[in-house]
């Protein structure tokens, strides 16, 4: 018994063997809001699966493509999950956020569509490097600690109101200062989605097709596009007051 105890006092003091009850409880305890826990990183991954799953089921239900119901569409909706999953993984500064979905949309959707099979294969690969292509000149905006910076999303907001001034004063006037619809209100939506909620899925793929091949980049181009659609129903703006307004600009006809 002697020797038993002895042995484990030797033990403990080559500091080998289970971690001690403290450092257990306070760094691995299962409801430990830690950074570093490695509980919570898996429960914060837990949840941005699941939320990727809902988004994804979400995405273009009008299209069987998507959403058909067939071995096809679920494949499709498979290869979106693990894009955007692996994304998530790779960027912990971003993560996921909602509306990825619908911006990885159309790239998956033309490479699969691809009419030389061994090109339509790789789909899932081309789509994921395109994506993070893509975001690689957006990702500011997704990011939240960055929303008031010089770089983030009201910053790139406040940029197109100053470009609509520029262009067309008259209008700017009407909207901000007259009838006080905040840019906010409708551009956020634009620039995050880059519009791809403001046009049926084919147009925004001939969109992009001008969006992604400007050699000036696509951000300065994305807001040249923003400021034409504003202009395009001037008309209709300079006619109507905050709730017209706001209505037609979430709602582009």
């Given amino acids: 018994?002697?020797?038993?105890?002895?042995?484990?006092?030797?033990?403990?003091?080559?500091?080998?063997?289970?971690?001690?009850?403290?450092?257990?409880?306070?760094d691995e305890h299962p409801l430990s809001l830690g950074k570093t826990s490695v509980w919570n990183q898996h429960f914060q991954e837990s949840e941005t699966v699941e939320q990727i799953d809902r988004d994804v089921k979400r995405t273009h239900p009008e299209m069987q493509?998507?959403?058909?119901?067939?071995?096809?569409?679920?494949?499709?909706?498979?290869?979106?999950?693990?894009?955007?999953?692996?994304?998530?993984?790779?960027?912990?500064?971003?993560?996921?956020?909602?509306?990825?979905?619908?911006?990885?949309?159309?790239?998956?959707?033309?490479?699969?569509?691809?009419?030389?099979?061994?090109?339509?294969a790789s789909a899932e690969s081309d789509a994921f490097f395109c994506f993070v292509e893509v975001l690689s000149g957006f990702r500011d905006n997704f990011c939240k600690q960055l929303d008031n910076s010089?770089?983030?999303?009201?910053?790139?907001?406040?940029?197109?109101s100053q470009l609509l001034k520029r262009h067309d004063e008259e209008l700017w006037r009407h909207?901000?200062?007259?009838?006080?619809?905040?840019?906010?209100?409708?551009?956020?939506?634009?620039?995050t989605l880059l519009l791809t909620q403001e046009f049926k899925f084919r147009d925004c793929i001939h969109?992009?097709?001008?969006?992604?091949?400007?050699?000036?980049?696509?951000?300065?181009?994305?807001?040249?596009i923003c400021c034409a659609m504003l202009i395009l129903v001037r008309?209709?703006?300079?006619a109507g007051d905050f709730t017209a307004n706001l209505k037609l600009l979430q709602n582009y006809p």
């Fill in 1 to 26: 018994m002697e020797m038993t105890i002895s042995k484990r006092k030797e033990h403990n003091s080559e500091g080998t063997g289970f971690l001690p009850r403290a450092e257990i409880v306070q």
């Fill in 65 to 120: 493509f998507f959403n058909g119901g067939s071995s096809d569409a679920l494949s499709n909706q498979e290869s979106l999950k693990r894009i955007l999953t692996i994304f998530a993984k790779l960027n912990p500064g971003i993560r996921y956020v909602q509306g990825m979905n619908e911006v990885l949309a159309p790239l998956y959707y033309v490479f699969k569509n691809d009419p030389d099979q061994s090109n339509s």
């Fill in 150 to 160: 010089v770089v983030g999303i009201r910053s790139t907001i406040s940029k197109l």
């Fill in 175 to 191: 909207l901000e200062v007259v009838t006080k619809v905040n840019p906010q209100f409708y551009a956020f939506r634009w620039i």
């Fill in 207 to 224: 969109l992009w097709d001008a969006l992604l091949g400007d050699p000036e980049g696509p951000q300065a181009t994305l807001l040249r």
């Fill in 235 to 238: 008309r209709r703006l300079l």
